[in-house]
């Protein structure tokens, strides 16, 4: 298995894998041409089994994860952790403060996130949704975090509190 940049040539296989497994909406080809995106395939012999990344926004320091999928049948196998860390390590070299990550309550995005060091700080509903079905907003610093919990129309929000560690 080797991670590495995706390129232009890989846009098919990405769109094709993206519409017959993911379905997200996004134009890949923006993805891979905007220069404050690093997105990353996974290969093995047959070619990509996965993709993720990280769109910099300089504006804040921060980092926002670009979908993160593995083929079904590579599922369970730490692929997703691999390319997670191969995120942080991207995110490290650019020096970002946090990395941003989103995923359905419902989903084993959710468990992978937490698995590798990400901490929910927040809770989004959707509208037209189901009430059940929300969107957890996730966070992963490299240094020690302190959350706060508050409670909001009875859901649990964890939010960071960045000041905790300089003033105490």
Same mark, same amino acid.
């Given at each position: 298995?080797?991670?590495?940049?995706?390129?232009?040539?890989?846009?098919?296989?990405?769109?094709?894998?993206?519409?017959?497994?993911?379905?997200?909406?996004?134009?890949?080809?923006?993805?891979?041409?905007?220069?404050?995106?690093?997105?990353?395939?996974?290969?093995?012999?047959?070619?990509?089994?996965?993709?993720?990344?990280?769109?910099?926004?300089?504006?804040?320091?921060?980092?926002?994860?670009?979908?993160?999928?593995?083929?079904?049948?590579?599922?369970?196998?730490?692929?997703?952790?691999?390319?997670?860390?191969?995120?942080?390590?991207?995110?490290?070299?650019?020096?970002?403060?946090?990395?941003?990550?989103e995923a359905p309550s419902l989903n084993d995005a959710l468990k992978t996130y937490l698995r590798n060091g990400?901490?929910?700080?927040?809770?989004?509903?959707?509208?037209?949704?189901?009430?059940? #079905?929300? @969107?957890?907003? $996730?966070? *992963?610093? +490299?240094? !020690? #975090?302190? @959350?706060?919990? $508050?409670? *909001?129309? +009875?859901? !649990?929000?964890? @939010?960071?509190?960045?000041?905790?560690?300089?003033?105490?």
């Open positions: 298995m080797d991670i590495r940049n995706a390129k232009v040539s890989d846009l098919k296989e990405i769109e094709n894998l993206n519409k017959k497994y993911f379905h997200e909406n996004r134009n890949f080809k923006e993805v891979l041409e905007n220069k404050n995106n690093h997105f990353f395939v996974m290969e093995e012999k047959m070619g990509i089994i996965g993709f993720s990344g990280i769109q910099f926004n300089d504006w804040n320091n921060t980092a926002g994860i670009i979908d993160i999928f593995v083929l079904p049948e590579y599922r369970g196998k730490g692929y997703s952790d691999a390319l997670i860390k191969k995120i942080k390590a991207e995110a490290k070299k650019l020096k970002v403060r946090t990395i941003i990550a990400f901490r929910v700080c927040g809770l989004s509903r959707f509208i037209g949704l189901l009430p059940e #079905c929300r @969107l957890d907003i $996730l966070e *992963f610093c +490299g240094q !020690r #975090c302190y @959350l706060h919990r $508050l409670s *909001f129309l +009875g859901m !649990r929000v964890a @939010l960071k509190n960045f000041w905790a560690e300089k003033n105490h």
